[in-house]
């Protein structure tokens, strides 16, 4: 008896650890949740000076916005190239060699307005460990297999939809979940068989071409018992049946030319924040009565989103804005708790362990941040790229990986 209560509580000692322990793998936009959030007990080292994060390689790339996404033993970039064709490449973690590149044509010209932001890949992709599916500027969605780089499947939603090729190229970033796709895509929020590409539903189709096409990401999460799919499209928030595609609930959010892009950040089972360029921040409370959803706001103030999703921290949000200040939201009253003094970039890329928060500048500099409601804490800094860091970052365990407009580099958090 002595020996199996042994036995049980050893299994069940390294069970608790490996749930307890950061991820290994980073597989999508914002990583395992999609909320920028590290699951397990992540520690960080109190510096992102070079002493603590060391460079370990680092390789030139084409331009691109596309974040990097991690796998066991791969890192996979996706980049634009010569104006003309987009590639997406995986490279050994250790050792930062080439392993295979896959392209295909695929570039476009994004509106003047945007030009300065670049006309090059954005959307980031998302991996299941044996395919890698990356949206193409021009509205196509191409599945390859990530062992050698050869394409499985190919969706060109303009052509199979009768939509524009979008404005902006392909900017959401596309989910998995189980054995399908959620993409925003072809003008619609869309559900497709991830291992043929086969279309299974679409919903909430809007075929213009200013706002056809989402900026935001998918998300899936739990609200009042039922898991559905949650969306921001270019006009409004909604809540959508897993199953059909059919809307349980939407509100519309307001936005200057539709620049809903923040990634929904759902709290608790009933409530969702979210801010928008030209709008404010929103908080909504989602409610149920029998097979009746209501959508309702609870608060709003005057903060404005960018393109920075947040993080949530014990009752508080913590968002890169605008006006390229940092602020402290209340998540209960809607009230600031403060903003920072200084201006930063025009974007940020977050994640957070629970405690802090590690930030990159699209000017290039990575801020590590303590997670405190009353005042701004900057712990360290370190300018790491000349580069513009419009991508998200990537961390699996103790690596970072950091990719700049032209390139991408693996460090090592000592």
């Not at 940020?348 to 990575?366: C, H, M, P, V, Y």
Request: aromatic residues 12%; contains cysteine.
């Amino acid at each position: 008896m002595r020996f199996f209560a042994a036995t049980i509580f050893a299994l069940l000692a390294t069970a608790n650890a490996a749930s307890a322990a950061p991820p290994s793998e980073w597989y999508q936009w914002r990583g395992p949740s999609r909320d920028g959030k590290l699951p397990g007990s992540a520690e960080w080292p109190d510096s992102v000076e070079t002493d603590k994060l060391v460079k370990e390689w680092s390789k030139s790339l084409a331009e691109g916005y596309s974040s990097p996404v991690l796998s066991k033993d791969y890192v996979f970039t996706v980049e634009t190239k010569d104006k003309e064709d987009e590639i997406t490449r995986a490279f050994d973690r250790k050792t930062g060699e080439q392993l295979w590149e896959h392209s295909w044509a695929g570039s476009m010209k994004v509106p003047f307005f945007a030009a300065k932001n670049g006309s090059w890949a954005r959307s980031t992709p998302v991996c299941d460990g044996e395919s890698i599916y990356v949206g193409g500027m021009l509205d196509v969605l191409v599945c390859i297999n990530i062992a050698d780089g050869k394409e499985r499947w190919r969706v060109d939603f303009p052509a199979q939809e009768d939509t524009p090729p979008p404005g902006f190229g392909f900017a959401s970033s596309p989910m998995v979940d189980g054995d399908h796709l959620y993409v925003q895509a072809g003008g619609a929020v869309m559900k497709l068989d991830k291992h043929t590409g086969k279309k299974i539903w679409a919903s909430m189709q809007d075929k213009r071409e200013m706002y056809g096409s989402a900026f935001s990401s998918p998300i899936i999460s739990t609200l009042h018992g039922t898991r559905q799919l949650i969306v921001q499209t270019r006009t409004k928030l909604a809540g959508l049946d897993l199953e059909t595609g059919k809307v349980l609930w939407d509100y519309e959010v307001k936005a200057f030319r539709g620049m809903n892009i923040l990634t929904p950040t759902v709290i608790g089972d009933s409530q969702i924040f979210t801010s928008t360029y030209g709008g404010g921040c929103f908080m909504f409370d989602i409610s149920k009565d029998g097979d009746t959803w209501r959508a309702s706001k609870k608060w709003v103030n005057k903060i404005e989103g960018y393109m920075a999703s947040p993080d949530v921290i014990d009752g508080y949000v913590y968002l890169h804005g605008r006006d390229r200040r940092f602020h402290c939201i209340n998540l209960e009253t809607g009230e600031e708790a403060w903003q920072s003094d200084e201006k930063f970039g025009e974007y940020w890329s977050t994640i957070t362990n629970g405690k802090q928060i590690l930030a990159l500048d699209e000017r290039g500099e990575l801020l590590l941040i303590a997670a405190d409601p009353t005042e701004l804490k900057i712990v360290s800094r370190q300018r790491i790229s000349k580069s513009p860091t419009w991508a998200h970052i990537g961390i699996a365990g103790n690596e970072v990986y950091i990719r700049d407009l032209k390139g991408i580099t693996k460090y090592r958090w000592d």
